[in-house]
């Protein structure tokens, strides 16, 4: 099963969530991380793993050779304004291309080559039978997409039985970055506080769930045994899989980068609320074979 | 000469706009005779998405302009508008068009030939 | 006309509540809130709206599948997965037919299909993104959005926020604050270009010294003056002094430490910002102000002009 950890606002705990839910199954199935908020990727952090394979992720961008004859029609389809044609030469602006492969298509002569740069990298790795991924996007580059792109696909080679888990620990926000890193999943784990911030963003994570058609649940973070989310859940009828209570040592584990399953009491906590979810999930999958 | 200026509204007394790729007109005139020579466009990089600054640059190019008067051009526009060869000077945003061309006739702006601010990231 | 940002690389360190207070501290700028992905602005800056539009800023491949002769060439050449056989029913065709069919959320618009299509049958059309709008607060104008669910070009959607704060603060002569969102990627860079001044608000812990490095690259990367708060800078004393002295390393200054107050969340919920308050957090927010303010208010001699 594919579960997918998101969460609308920032800083909610989505990467507490999902690396110490994959450490509380992996001694049991077989589990993998992948890290899909490859902008500011954290999972790592707490998860310290072996990485034993590192690939570049490369975006194609034209080069053009000397079969040109100026024509400007690269320029003109080029939605990016990733090329220019003036003054007997053609500009190629390699930090603005998509990649598309639109300049190609329509040159009548042939003169656009693809050459590649690098874009950002993917890690594996591999903790106590866990494995990880995660993808890291270069500073200073602005598309995530085709790092997530890369990063779906080495997921996909570790094929996914409803025993086995994969864990996709997704980006803040509800873009696209967002959308691509959650789809495809078993159940989207929505990650909130109970804040008028945490509740407002929450509010447009389910929004994105429901457009999107994902099953969903929430877990509530910093939990200070307030009504505020409760209340929310009850009235859209929304499962609230478990609460994770507001407590300064785990505000002081987590600042020093280390997992919580080293302490008993939090250890109980993952353990019993990753039984409930791989049960949530397949005793919807049986009503859903069912209807 | 033919010149461009990139401007905030339709007329010679109005003013100079400081953004290139992101101004929402550019007027052409022969600089000899700016009052009944004074053609408005609308500047076709507005509707884009991103690189805004190499699309007014090109169209700089294809209006076959001579001279372009604006507030300052980023490292992209800067390298269009030097690929095609048209000097371009900087302006401040509280001249009138009339008084920009004044001005560089009277060789009173400084010609652009470093890039100002990038605005990377409007896609 | 001076621009300032607010960004944090890791979400939840407080961008949003430096951000409020710094609205009320001035009293008088253009504020923008260019997260608009999970924008939280609003909900402590009391405003009522003057102006609201919907912003278009998106296109996306559409076939007209009358004119289709499922040839297959768009599918070869999308290189996004956006195009796919489904089963379809088509004007002027008896019954349901595969044929090639657009996913809007996967398709990046960039009019690939467009020009392979042998028939002319793809067409790129706009796509609304999401709504602006522009309040009236009493410590000023404020420009935000809404990201419409699932919309693609949340980077586009800032710009245009910025562009109407910075025409705003054009006509008013003020200054423009900008709250932010995490990350470091497109909607990132769309809200700090062009900005004079960048404060990046962290928190000590190694997630939030893991990503302020990150975003210290990306500062660097545009040339864009930056400066460092940290946030709860008492919840791991170590930490925060690991992040000083990495800034300090890197020629980046810490420009003030506010420590954990129970304030902040009740101030929140109550709705407005903490410097309504006298506590911990908001004396030493006011000091931070008191230290940067200058830059956004000193003359406007040699500024960075937008392109």
């Excluded at chain 1, 991924?133 to 270069?138: P, T």
């Excluded at chain 1, 877990?219 to 478990?242: P, V």
């Excluded at chain 3, 810490?254 to 903490?274: E, T």
Aim: proline residues 4%.
């Amino acid at each position: 099963m594919r579960l997918a950890v998101l969460s609308g606002k920032g800083g909610t705990g989505k990467t507490t969530v999902a690396v110490n839910l994959a450490l509380s199954w992996a001694p049991y199935r077989k589990t993998t991380y992948v890290d899909y908020d490859v902008e500011e990727p954290n999972g790592f952090i707490f998860l310290r793993p072996q990485i034993r394979d590192t690939s570049t992720v490369f975006l194609p961008y034209p080069e053009i050779n000397k079969a040109c004859t100026f024509c400007g029609k690269c320029s003109e389809a080029c939605q990016y304004h990733a090329l220019a044609v003036v003054g007997g030469k053609v500009l190629v602006f390699p930090e603005l291309c998509h990649g598309c492969g639109t300049c190609g298509i329509v040159c009548p002569v042939g003169a656009v080559d693809e050459v590649e740069r690098p874009l950002g990298k993917i890690d594996e790795g591999e903790r106590d039978g866990l494995l990880c991924l995660q993808g890291v996007l270069k500073e200073g580059e602005s598309l995530a997409g085709p790092v997530i792109r890369g990063l779906h696909r080495r997921e996909k080679e570790h094929s996914s039985s409803l025993e086995e888990i994969i864990v996709a620990d997704c980006p803040p926000g509800s873009s696209c970055s967002v959308i691509h890193s959650a789809e495809g999943s078993d159940l989207a784990i929505l990650v909130t506080e109970p804040t008028l911030f945490g509740l407002h963003d929450l509010k447009i994570a389910v929004g994105l769930m429901r457009e999107m058609g994902l099953d969903f649940g929430v877990i509530q973070n910093k939990d200070d045994q307030g009504t505020l989310i409760q209340e929310y859940c009850a009235q859209e009828g929304i499962t609230l899989l478990g609460s994770i209570p507001f407590d300064l040592e785990i505000a002081k584990i987590y600042s020093r980068g280390q997992s919580l399953m080293q302490d008993r009491k939090w250890n109980d906590l993952f353990k019993t609320l990753g039984e409930r979810i791989v049960t949530e999930v397949k005793q919807r999958k049986t009503e859903g074979e069912i209807i | 000469m033919r010149i461009a200026i990139s401007t905030g509204g339709c007329g010679l007394d109005k003013f100079v706009d400081d953004r290139f790729g992101r101004c929402p007109y550019f007027v052409f005139c022969d600089s000899e005779d700016p009052q009944s020579t004074a053609e408005y466009k609308d500047n076709p990089a507005l509707s884009g998405t991103g690189g805004a600054g190499i699309a007014a640059a090109e169209y700089m190019a294809k209006e076959k302009v001579e001279v372009l008067i604006t507030g300052s051009l980023g490292p992209n526009a800067l390298r269009v508008i030097n690929g095609a060869n048209i000097p371009a000077y900087t302006a401040s945003e509280d001249m009138t068009l009339s008084e920009a061309i004044l001005a560089w006739k009277e060789g009173r702006l400084i010609q652009i030939t470093e890039a100002g601010a990038a605005h990377a990231g409007e896609r | 006309m001076k621009q300032m940002a607010i960004i944090s690389g890791k979400g939840g360190t407080g961008k949003t509540t430096v951000a409020a207070a710094f609205a009320e501290l001035a009293e008088q700028m253009i504020v923008a809130d260019c997260d608009v992905e999970a924008p939280n602005l609003h909900l402590v800056l009391a405003h009522h709206v003057k102006k609201e539009a919907e912003y278009v800023g998106n296109q996306t491949a559409r076939i007209n599948l009358s004119h289709c002769t499922h040839c297959g060439r768009c599918e070869e050449v999308c290189r996004y997965d956006a195009v796919s056989e489904k089963v379809q029913a088509v004007e002027g065709l008896q019954g349901e037919t595969v044929f090639p069919y657009i996913d809007s959320k996967r398709c990046e618009g960039c009019a690939a299909c467009v020009y392979a299509c042998p028939t002319q049958a793809i067409q790129l059309c706009p796509e609304a993104t999401g709504k602006v709008f522009l309040s009236e607060t009493n410590v000023g104008d404020f420009a935000h959005a809404e990201l419409y669910l699932a919309a693609d070009g949340s980077g586009k959607l800032v710009a245009e926020v910025r562009r109407l704060a910075r025409d705003e603060a054009r006509c008013q002569n003020k200054a423009v604050l900008i709250d932010g969102s995490p990350g470091i990627g497109c909607v990132v860079i769309s809200t700090i270009t062009g900005c004079q001044q960048v404060l990046v608000v962290t928190e000590p812990s190694q997630s939030g010294k893991h990503d302020l490095e990150r975003v210290l690259k990306l500062t660097a990367h545009f040339r864009i003056a930056t400066q460092v708060i940290i946030n709860k800078w008492d919840i791991n004393i170590e930490v925060s002094q690991e992040i000083e002295d990495a800034c300090s390393q890197s020629g980046v200054s810490v420009v003030g430490k506010i420590p954990f107050d129970p304030m902040v969340p009740k101030a929140i919920a109550l709705g407005y910002p903490i410097t309504r308050y006298e506590s911990p957090a908001a004396r030493a927010i006011r000091e931070i102000w008191a230290k940067i303010s200058p830059v956004l208010t000193e003359s406007s001699g040699g500024q960075q002009l937008s392109s």
